[in-house]
């Protein structure tokens, strides 16, 4: 039996006014780069930067938001974009595997990725444990050296 090519994104990069999937749809990816990675489809609520934590927002429509606020469970985690998705479109946001973030400061190799201490909307940052368990979404495999983008291992938001 043929594996459903439905399964497999040929970019992840693509965004659309038009829905190429149902919103929440998971599809693999292969990057040759970071290697096995997932995304999931979203819409965005309002216009979504390149390397941001997205989160579903408020209701059941399945509409998508930059994280707004310091802190956000990682259970509200939708992904994080790759690429800009323009208001009202959809596109894919990683959910799975080493992709690229925003982070808030410098970060510290193999340190716990957090919503919670990022003041700008949609970076991460490696604050200390304390309150902050609910709101790891993965870890850096590397030091990022200040408020810049750089590699985060996502822990399978799905």
Do not use: H
């Not at 606020?69 to 009202?88: D, E």
Request: aromatic content about 8%; overall charge negative; charged content about 15%.
């Amino acid at each position: 039996m043929p594996i459903d090519s439905r399964v497999y994104l040929d970019s992840p990069t693509q965004t659309s006014t038009e829905a190429p999937g149902k919103v929440g749809e998971v599809r693999s990816y292969l990057d040759p780069t970071y290697g096995f990675q997932m995304y999931r489809l979203v819409k965005a609520g309002a216009a979504i930067a390149a390397n941001r934590v997205v989160e579903w927002q408020a209701g059941i429509t399945g509409a998508a938001i930059e994280v707004d606020s310091n802190f956000v469970p990682s259970v509200q985690v939708a992904g994080v974009a790759q690429n800009a998705i323009a208001s009202g479109s959809y596109g894919w946001v990683c959910c799975s595997g080493i992709c690229v973030v925003k982070t808030n400061a410098s970060v510290a190799e193999l340190a716990a990725a957090v919503t919670k201490g990022a003041s700008g909307s949609g970076e991460v940052d490696d604050t200390d444990f304390g309150d902050v368990e609910e709101s790891i979404i993965g870890y850096f495999p590397s030091a990022i050296g200040s408020a810049t983008t750089g590699a985060i291992r996502l822990s399978g938001l799905l």
